[in-house]
């Protein structure tokens, strides 16, 4: 067959999965996609475990080890068979939290830790690119073996070039189906139902070889026993340690290989499809594994010796001239390669964008104007070169090592990389205590040693590590050989390097996780994976919210503050390429509300807050916890500051109070001196005056003489009544008065009063009206006191009362042990702007009230009143100026004196 | 011709006594505590010298002094302050206001005589 031909049937089959990966693509995107979301695609898909490793390489590894091919088997049918315990749980984690590789499981379950992120996606970029080399060589060995044109093979099928042109297509293919679309739950259908054709291509082909050899090579099944039998080598001897060994290996391989990983758990969509392929996946590799001894062992009976066993399954039909059989295995091998590599490619390329390109680019971006709006063409075009770059890396392994290794012993190799997730991956699922620093140690140890005994000695003497340190140790240290580290010579390198790596790695791992704290993210991430099905009700996640946008803005304000909760959801509604503030509820939208809100409240609130919102997650016993301890510091703290608070709101009040009342005091005090003052130097004026005037004037007038010499008397005594009321008022204000408090007929004091300001303007004439009957009321007060306030307020009138025919109606009356005595002119009243004024010192409305005083009457009068229990108001809208004099009718003693002795201690305090 | 002063003062006693000494040294005396009134009344014929009290009932010294600056007749017009009050932010404000004297109450005779003088001589 022509190597043209070969390219053009490659070609084919490649366009017919193209074709069958965009009508899967249509039907998802349709929502068509029922019978792709069915367990028997999910189970087919799984058999990326089977790579050209296994559809050539098994063969050739029976041809040299007997049954030991099955291990490799053997590991994943026991994990499957046994489903429940490990990989239903990674399922059911792996979708819920909507995880998108094996690096984003570990990092989140530490607590969303990407520094375990790219340690995990380094471990995998280099156990994973000498297995994509594996592919890269597989392919382009058996386009060489095909090509059967000895001139073709030296002009055209260059093997690197075979590869290089592989590389370029798988990366092509990869992109197209891989990078479609941005999807939160990283599903690709149309990769997944390529898949699965591939799974069946390379089932079929492998056993189409089977049969042709089984029953038209040999005579049928008891031919071929006896045929194995008699072809038994020693070395198929089975060994039971290496056995256990590799069965383990295998085992953790299915559960840590990122492509595993990939199909199991990442593009899973039902719980059930695992059931089913608990069963249907052991049989599926029990089918592809039934034909590889036959084959061996017919291919070591008829191949010419020195052929290479890991090609039989096409050189065998080649041979045998079954040019058609040898096509259908041809494209059985291209298919278990393409499938590797498309599933290995995109797992590691989400990886290396996720983990590495993304989070560096965003640090970069960070310091300049952050637009969100190109994430996703970004996070896609990272994607597409990161695939790219993956293959180059498994392109540029092949050329390295010159596709000169056993297929078997690379893919071993990487086994034993991708076991060294094992116990962080393992803690994360079953162990709460583990923590982010123990994984962290655990996968650098394990790793660091997996390079140093496996991975780096598997590169040949010379290359990185000289003969000279393999067989003494580096610098001469014999414990430390790669081959036989600490002593350990007796085991196989394999298994050496396995048992080191993993041992130290979960000792590490251990000792990590209990010298150190974990963080609350990871205390509620560990309750979150370690107790995935106490949470009860469908599983779901935020992949079918109830809530909508106009729900969650509320939530969202309380927390952040209104402006920045709206920026926030318009620059997340502007990612949807949306107006407005309202986006529509994505997953990514809640991760990044909940990443928004864990910044304020603490991630395990804002997630049972979402939850609750969302109506999604049933908040578990865990969460709460979690989130109880949170609130319970955020109110301790919060209520610390608020006493604080309010401590100091206290005092700044008081402060303010006491500053207040000292200001208002100053400035009565100075208002008070500065009327003082002016009062006193008034008469003084005057007096000084007179009295120069006096001694200076020699000739002057007996009438002058007197009428100065009265002005000097009179003003004399004017400073004398201002000293005078002074010093009444000061008494009466603090209380110290001493009031002789006898029973007296109130009529008398009006009498008297009457009488006694007769004498102010004597000449004007002044009616006084009263009603004599109520008046005769016995009571009990000071007599003095009270009757100097009827004077005041009487003589006030016959001084103010501008009326043509002054009078004054004076009217008693009794109310509730109180006596009222109202004075009412009938002059044109007081303004109602002055009325509150009236009673403070030196308040004068006029400048004739001056010449009764100083302005201090009235003042004394409310004085005295609060003195004897009572009050004097001014009673506005009787026509004239009216005084309201209230007081009991029997005043106790001790009331009205102890009251202001008191007031009068706390101020001398 | 007489030199016309004018006393606007609310206190009679003080006015009378004011009265009395300037008289005694050749002046023409007009007297009032309402200095409103005087304000209208000194535009239309300014005395030699203004005599002003700063508490008024009405309008203040302070109001009275402030018009009188602002007005053609009055600008330049010697003005002698009294008050009681006597407190340095009054005499700042007066100055400000342009008083040509300052006093406070009590005074001495002599003194109100000598400022006299002294703002009226040529």
Redesign the interface.
């Known amino acids: 067959m022509s190597f043209n031909m070969l390219v053009l049937t490659c070609l084919a089959y490649v366009i017919v999965l193209f074709v069958v990966a965009s009508a899967a693509e249509r039907a998802a995107s349709e929502g068509r996609a029922s019978w792709l979301r069915s367990p028997v695609i999910y189970t087919l898909s799984l058999s990326v475990y089977c790579t050209a490793w296994t559809f050539y390489g098994a063969v050739g590894y029976a041809a040299r080890s007997g049954l030991e091919f099955m291990t490799i088997y053997l590991g994943p049918t026991l994990v499957f068979l046994g489903w429940w315990v490990t990989l239903r749980k990674l399922v059911r984690i792996g979708r819920e939290n909507r995880v998108t590789s094996i690096a984003d499981l570990i990092s989140a379950r530490y607590g969303k830790s990407n520094l375990l992120g790219v340690i995990v996606t380094l471990l995998c970029i280099a156990a994973g690119a000498p297995y994509i080399a594996l592919q890269l060589q597989s392919i382009s060995q058996s386009f060489t073996v095909f090509v059967t044109d000895p001139s073709e093979v030296g002009l055209t099928a260059d093997p690197t070039l075979i590869a290089f042109w592989t590389a370029i297509g798988l990366a092509f293919f990869t992109i197209v189906f891989g990078t479609r679309t941005l999807d939160a739950n990283e599903q690709h259908p149309g990769v997944v139902t390529a898949i699965a054709v591939e799974a069946v291509v390379k089932l079929l082909a492998l056993i189409a070889v089977g049969v042709f050899v089984v029953w038209f090579v040999a005579t049928g099944p008891a031919d071929i026993l006896s045929r194995i039998d008699a072809q038994a080598l020693p070395e198929w001897h089975i060994q039971p340690g290496r056995w256990t060994g590799l069965i383990l290996l295998s085992a953790i391989a299915i559960i840590c290989l990122p492509r595993m990983f990939q199909v199991t758990v990442v593009e899973n969509t039902n719980d059930q499809h695992l059931a089913t392929a608990s069963w249907a996946f052991p049989l599926y590799l029990f089918l592809i594994s039934l034909f590889v001894l036959p084959i061996a062992v017919v291919g070591l009976e008829l191949m010419p010796a020195g052929s290479n066993p890991d090609m039989f399954v096409l050189t065998l039909p080649l041979y045998l001239g079954q040019d058609g059989l040898a096509l259908l295995s041809f494209l059985g091998g291209f298919s278990a390669a393409t499938s590797m590599v498309i599933v290995a490619s995109l797992a590691l390329a989400t990886m290396v964008s996720n983990h590495i390109v993304v989070p560096l680019w965003l640090r970069v971006r960070s310091t300049r104007n952050l637009d969100s709006g190109d994430m996703r063409l970004l996070v896609l075009s990272v994607r597409r070169l990161s695939i790219s770059l993956v293959l180059a890396l498994g392109y540029f392994y092949y050329i390295i090592t010159g596709g000169s290794e056993a297929l078997a012993a690379i893919g071993l190799i990487a086994f034993v990389g991708v076991a060294q997730m094992l116990p962080a991956l393992i803690g994360a699922l079953f162990w709460r205590g583990a923590s982010r620093t123990g994984a962290a140690l655990g996968l650098v140890t394990g790793m660091a040693l997996w390079v140093y005994t496996l991975f780096l000695p598997s590169f040949g003497p010379g290359v990185f590590l000289t003969a000279q340190v393999m067989e003494a140790g580096p610098f001469g240290i014999a414990w430390l050989r790669p081959y036989g580290l600490f002593g350990l010579t007796a085991l196989d390198p394999l298994l050496h390097a396995l048992f080191w790596s993993l041992f130290l790695n979960a000792l590490a791992f251990c000792l990590g996780s209990f010298l150190s704290f974990p963080s609350p993210m990871e205390r509620v991430q560990g309750a979150l994976f370690v107790n995935i099905y106490e949470r009860t009700g469908p599983a779901r996640s935020w992949t079918r919210p109830v809530a909508e946008a106009e729900d969650l803005l509320p939530i969202a304000q309380r927390i952040l503050g209104a402006s920045e909760a709206q920026s926030f959801f318009r620059a997340q509604a502007a990612l949807q390429g949306k107006q407005g503030f309202l986006p529509d509820i994505t997953p990514e939208f809640l991760e990044a509300l909940e990443l928004k809100l864990s910044g304020s409240v603490g991630a395990a609130t804002a997630h049972a807050m979402l939850a609750q919102s969302v109506g999604t997650a049933v908040v578990s016993v865990e969460d709460l916890m979690a989130v109880a301890s949170e609130t319970a510091q955020i109110m301790e703290y919060s209520a610390q500051l608020e006493a604080k608070s309010e401590e100091l709101t206290r005092t700044a009040r008081k402060l303010r109070e006491a500053n207040e009342m000292l200001q208002k005091l100053s400035v009565q005090k100075d208002a008070f001196l500065s009327q003082i003052s002016h009062e006193l130097r008034t008469p003084m004026t005057s007096i000084r005056a007179f009295s120069e005037i006096m001694m200076d004037t020699d000739a002057m007038s007996p009438e002058e003489r007197t009428h100065f010499a009265q002005i000097i008397h009179d003003e004399s005594i004017r400073l004398t009544r201002l000293l005078d009321d002074l010093l009444d008022l000061s008494v009466l204000e603090h209380g110290q008065v001493q009031l002789n408090v006898a029973p007296v007929v109130l009529r008398e004091l009006i009498d008297k009063a009457v009488r006694a300001s007769n004498s102010v303007q004597a000449d004007r004439k002044f009616r006084i009206l009263r009603d004599r009957d109520p008046e005769a009321l016995e009571i009990v007060t000071d007599a003095g006191r009270l009757t100097q306030v009827f004077i005041n307020v009487l003589s006030n009138a016959r001084k103010y009362c501008m009326s043509d025919d002054p009078q004054m109606q004076i009217k008693v009356r009794q109310r509730k042990g109180m006596v009222e005595v109202d004075f009412i002119d009938n002059g044109t009243g007081i303004p109602r702007d002055k009325q509150a004024l009236i009673f403070e010192k030196f308040s004068r409305l006029t400048d004739e009230m001056q010449a009764g005083g100083a302005g201090l009457g009235l003042a004394i009068c409310r004085e005295i009143m609060h003195n004897l229990g009572g009050d004097i108001a001014y009673v506005p809208g009787q026509g004239g100026a009216a005084f309201r004099v209230s007081f009991p009718l029997v005043l106790q003693p001790r009331e009205s004196q102890s009251k202001p002795a008191e007031e009068q201690t706390e101020a001398a305090e | 011709m007489e030199k016309r002063v004018l006393v606007i003062e609310?206190?009679p006693?003080?006015s009378?006594?004011?009265r009395?000494?300037l008289k005694?040294e050749g002046w023409r005396v007009e007297v009032s505590?309402d200095g409103t009134a005087m304000l209208g009344q000194m535009q239309a014929d300014p005395p030699d010298l203004l005599i002003l009290d700063l508490?008024?009932?009405g309008l203040s010294g302070f109001d009275i002094l402030k018009s009188l600056r602002a007005l053609d007749m009055t600008r330049d017009l010697p003005v002698l302050m009294l008050t009681?009050?006597?407190?340095g932010a009054d005499r700042a404000e007066a100055e400000r206001l342009g008083v040509t004297r300052f006093m406070?109450?009590?005074?001495?005779?002599?003194d109100v005589i000598a400022a006299v003088r002294e703002m009226t001589a040529p």
């Open positions: 609310d206190e006693n003080i009378e006594a004011l009395f000494i005694r505590a508490m008024l009932p009681a009050k006597g407190q406070t109450k009590p005074f001495a005779n002599a």
